[in-house]
């Protein structure tokens, strides 16, 4: 945890994850940060105010549930709206570049030394 921060705004960061309703009221204008976190600390985090935009461990698992649902069937949405043959015509553009692109770095790379044969410790007897 920052020092430079306090506990409570950690306290309150974790009681808007359970009131995700909150965060929705404040990016609508109908309130500011300041204002909720002044009421959370005057009137409590147990206070009937905030019974209403609390979320159930229920309505959580349905969240997450729709969330994962619409992902895949964004996904295969998706997928299906792929026409393969522009894709493999895409890929092998892209193929082509990446060859040529090699081809230029290769032409700018100092040219390394031949090859030296190597050096034979006993060269120095003469047989």
Do not use: C
Request: no cysteine.
């Amino acid at each position: 945890m920052n020092d430079s921060i306090p506990a409570s705004i950690y306290e309150f960061r974790e009681f808007l994850y359970k009131h995700p309703e909150l965060i929705k009221e404040v990016r609508e204008g109908k309130q500011t940060w300041n204002q909720l976190y002044q009421d959370w600390v005057v009137l409590g985090e147990d206070h009937e105010q905030w019974a209403s935009y609390r979320i159930s461990d229920e309505d959580k698992k349905d969240i997450v549930k729709n969330d994962n649902t619409d992902s895949l069937s964004t996904i295969i949405k998706t997928l299906g709206q792929i026409n393969i043959e522009d894709l493999q015509k895409q890929i092998s553009q892209f193929s082509g570049m990446m060859g040529n692109v090699q081809q230029v770095l290769q032409h700018f790379q100092k040219p390394s030394a031949p090859p030296r044969p190597p050096h034979d410790p006993f060269s120095f007897r003469g047989f």
